[in-house]
């Protein structure tokens, strides 16, 4: 092995330094501070002592590489440092409450990590014969039949791997049953508080994508929304509890006067852990949504991390739904339905029509997020379930009524919140904006909550406690959202500057945005 790298140090050695907010090293304390690995690496470094490869002649037809990669080596400890001096600095779900809005960050029970760990489910792989792999099609079967029937709808598609490509089979869905019936409609309405992914997706498919604006409440408008609806609108997809917190009570009048326009209705169900247990989407007309089980379901994300996004369908998309799926006949055999036996599985088994739009995914979907959402699901039973709703609206509503003095609470006088309290930052002294709030509570230990989103009031916080919070946990994060938003109704000069606690100050965003730097253009070699 060659010698440990020691290029990340100062050449200055044991130079005197002192000061409040500097260290010799950059670190401060046991935060520890952590250059770029283009930095601490070079390419004579590395951490496993190979011998060199053998010439062989290339198979790349005079595409083979001719300079060197160029990559940085670090020995092995300089290597697992490296990357767990990275991770420290990563805020966790694991470490405290995590108030993103809209993104329902739960506290994930071990027990479903647990489960996944299993080895039947861990080492399954997805071309392993079906014979073999009864049991993990008894999960996704499972899992289907909870969704089906906590939805009220009529059939799941499974394979989507998040929230976004959801959304994208829904629409799909609704895209082949129009063609189905030779019809041309091309547009999609999507109100004001919708996601960003919502247009993004309809836009995608191909659809025309038209806004509908929100009442003085936050809610849908419901007379804008009925005239605009003709023989050219395909459908609607309306975020149901909307992005503003708050829930649509008009759904069905809205189903009602889109079918009867010859539209469909996509609900955005991300939100479902406000109402899960509670109401039932299929009751309210809904013909398509998808349920994010890394959100309501409690499996781990952010960073990233894998999601799953199945889609509930009405009777009327259902034929439409992407294959692979899976199907349990009256000998209680499990079945993988695929393109080749799909037709005749279905006339066989169940005497109706097939007319798939094709496949979200190469394989069957997220197994891990499928054995955590059904253990998540087992565990809490029927009753659990409507418990997180009611614990997850009751947090909420806490946070909305304990801070509407401080904060300005556009649509507190629209009664009840659901799982998530929207704020602005009307009141502040001048200069100070939600910005300096968010930079504020990261000096308090806390992610900041979703920041300017969404986009129907100025300056939005939206917070999303979610039900796993104690109120000792609540009442912690209250004061420190109180205590900064005082510091920004009062001008105190210092916020301006936060995070000071950070292991990085304040980022310049714009010039992040405007001026990228993507790829280090540094000398490795002479590092
Ligand atoms: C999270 C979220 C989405 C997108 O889900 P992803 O899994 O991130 O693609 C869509 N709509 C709403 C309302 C959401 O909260």
């Given amino acids: 092995m060659t010698a440990p790298n020691t290029a990340g140090w100062r050449p200055e050695m044991g130079e005197a330094h002192s000061g409040d907010d500097a260290t010799y090293t950059g670190n401060r304390a046991l935060m ?43 020995s092995e400890p300089e290597t697992v440092r490296h990357y767990t001096r990275l991770s420290r600095q990563n805020y966790a779900i694991d470490l405290g409450l995590f108030p993103l809005g809209s993104c329902t960050m739960k506290h994930n029970p071990r027990l479903n990590e647990a489960v996944a760990r299993m080895k039947g489910f ?12 009864q049991g993990a099609l008894a999960v996704i079967n499972e899992l289907a039949h909870w969704l089906i029937k906590l939805t009220g709808m009529h059939a799941v598609a499974m394979t989507p791997k998040a929230g976004a490509h959801g959304e994208l089979c829904g629409i799909l869905c609704i895209k082949a049953a129009l063609e189905a019936r030779g019809d041309p409609r091309d547009v999609i309405l999507v109100p004001e508080s919708a996601h960003g992914t919502n247009p ?4 995608f498919a191909g659809f025309r994508v038209e806004n509908i604006p929100a009442t003085p409440d936050g809610r849908v408008d419901l007379a804008a929304l009925t005239a605009r609806l003709g023989p050219d609108v395909a459908g609607v997809m309306i975020t149901n509890p909307n992005t503003c917190g708050l829930f649509e009570p008009q759904m069905k009048e809205i189903s009602e006067a889109v079918h009867a326009a010859g539209g469909f209705v996509y609900c955005d169900g991300a939100n479902f852990n406000a109402i899960v247990g509670k109401v039932r989407p299929g009751d309210l007309g809904v013909d398509a949504m998808h349920i994010n089980l890394h959100k309501t379901f409690s499996t781990p ?39 080749a036996d799909a037709e005749e599985f279905e006339r066989e088994h169940f005497g109706k029509p097939l007319n798939s739009f094709g496949r979200m995914t190469a394989f069957h979907g997220q197994m891990g997020m499928f054995t955590r959402a059904l253990a998540y699901i087992l565990s ?25 003095g401080v904060l300005d609470a556009p649509f507190a006088h629209s009664g009840p919140c659901m799982h998530e309290a929207l704020f602005t930052d009307h009141g502040f002294a001048e200069g100070f904006s939600t910005l300096d709030v968010a930079k504020g509570l990261i000096d308090e230990g806390f992610h900041p909550m979703t920041v300017y989103f969404p986009l129907v009031v100025h300056g939005a916080m939206l917070v999303e406690p979610t039900e796993t919070e104690s109120k000792a946990a609540l009442d912690q994060f209250i004061g420190a959202l109180r205590s900064v938003a005082l510091r920004a109704k009062q001008g105190d ?9 950070a292991p990085r100050r304040r980022l310049d965003e714009t010039q992040a945005a405007r001026k990228p730097v993507l790829a280090w253009k540094g000398d490795l070699t002479g590092a």
């Fill in 200 to 203: 993004a997706t309809a836009a």
């Fill in 493 to 501: 000069p210092a916020l301006k500057s936060a995070p000071h606690f």
């Fill in 32 to 74: 520890l501070e952590e250059r770029l690995i283009f930095e601490i690496g070079d390419t004579a470094t590395t951490g496993v002592d190979l011998d060199p490869a053998p010439a062989a002649p290339s198979r790349l037809g005079g595409l083979a590489r001719s300079t060197p990669i160029g990559l940085p080596g670090l």
């Fill in 122 to 133: 861990k080492d399954v792989h997805p071309l392993q014969p079906k014979e073999t792999v």
């Fill in 380 to 404: 809490h039973g029927a009753d659990g379930l409507k418990q997180v709703a009611e614990d997850a609206v009751l947090n909420a509503n806490y946070v909305l009524r304990s801070l509407e």
């Fill in 301 to 339: 994300h952010g960073g990233g991390g894998p999601g799953s996004g199945p889609v509930v369908l009405s009777e009327a998309l259902s034929p439409f739904a992407p294959l692979p799926y899976t199907a349990r006949t009256a000998d209680g055999v499990i079945h993988l339905i695929e393109e």
